[in-house]
């Protein structure tokens, strides 16, 4: 693998408080990686340390082969970094935006003549080009952050949680323009809440508590947890689920619209069990259909496991 960017053992703390904890990451040049966890988990500070704004406890990180705490701007020079509040100006239109980033940058005149049209057509933002930062859409002022990002050219992207907030439509134009940015050669790390999300990306990063608990592409992830998973059907989700979280061999059940997703290990227990000791609470009868767990569900069922640890 190309590391583009690579940690070992990256740790930040802050007090007595371990946000990152020793942190290994390889990410290969061209692709887009997602780290994904809860509110908490450590991503901000991780994307912080690798931008070179927040120096580490303990550790390393290169970034386009550059080391983070050493050769602080040689990394920003590669990097274009968008933080979860981008520091538009509301007072200035789209193109008054750009042309303040393009002078904070250095571009020349001939190359910005050149490039804000190309990335106003890549967003779809001509037709708002003079209209104020502060009147635009959620989805919009993403956009414009990114045009900002992109005009010195990097080699790496951050994004933290670009998408939080944005409307459905606008979230999927989003993606459809970092795509096309890999296709260019440009390197994507996202951040994101969103586990619809991560399956977008070539690679995710699953993280809690500051540690990686797992690493590995969406489909691969859904596929390499042990214990069998079983949507559940019962006549009242609630009472079930308290039952089987108390039952032997449950990982855990967490609620799926009407239904129950529930992970067990079938060394310890079964389906047939568990639907009968729901029978002789005065829970059933249920029904247990094995399924193909959903990222989401792969994420819970480690957390989970991660706690009690």
């Not at 859904?222 to 990982?251: F, M, N, T």
């Amino acid at each position: 693998m190309d590391g583009i960017i690579r940690t070992r053992d990256l740790t930040r703390r802050f007090g007595a408080l371990t946000a990152v904890d020793h942190l290994n990451l390889e990410i290969a040049r061209g692709e887009i990686f997602g780290l994904v966890g809860p509110d908490g988990a450590g991503k901000t500070t991780t994307l912080r340390m690798l931008c070179g704004l927040l120096d580490p406890s303990e550790g390393e990180a290169f970034v386009a082969g550059h080391d983070v705490t050493r050769d602080t701007q040689a990394v920003k020079d590669s990097i274009g970094y968008m933080a979860q509040r981008f520091g538009l100006y509301v007072d200035l239109t789209v193109d008054e935006n750009m042309e303040f980033y393009a002078d904070l940058f250095g571009i020349l005149l001939a190359e910005r003549r050149r490039l804000l049209p190309e990335l106003l057509r890549m967003t779809r933002m001509e037709p708002f080009r003079d209209r104020q930062a502060g009147k635009l859409s959620g989805g919009m002022k993403q956009k414009l952050g990114l045009m900002c990002t992109l005009l010195h050219r990097p080699e790496i992207l951050f994004l933290d949680e670009p998408s939080n907030g944005v409307d459905p439509v606008s979230r999927r134009d989003f993606w459809a323009i970092l795509y096309q940015l890999v296709k260019d050669g440009i390197t994507v790390l996202v951040t994101t809440a969103y586990l619809d999300e991560a399956e977008r990306c070539n690679r995710v990063g699953l993280m809690y508590s500051g540690r990686l608990i797992q690493c590995d592409a969406p489909e691969a992830v859904r596929h390499q947890i042990p214990e069998d998973c079983y949507q559940v059907e019962a006549r009242d989700a609630r009472a079930a689920r308290e039952v089987l979280l108390k039952s032997e061999g449950v990982l855990c059940v967490e609620p799926s619209g009407a239904t129950l997703h529930l992970f067990l290990s079938s060394a310890t227990t079964s389906p047939q069990e568990l639907s009968r000791q729901l029978e002789r609470e005065g829970h059933g009868p249920a029904v247990f259909q094995k399924i193909v767990p959903s990222l989401e569900d792969v994420f819970i069922a480690q957390v989970r496991k991660a706690e009690r640890k």
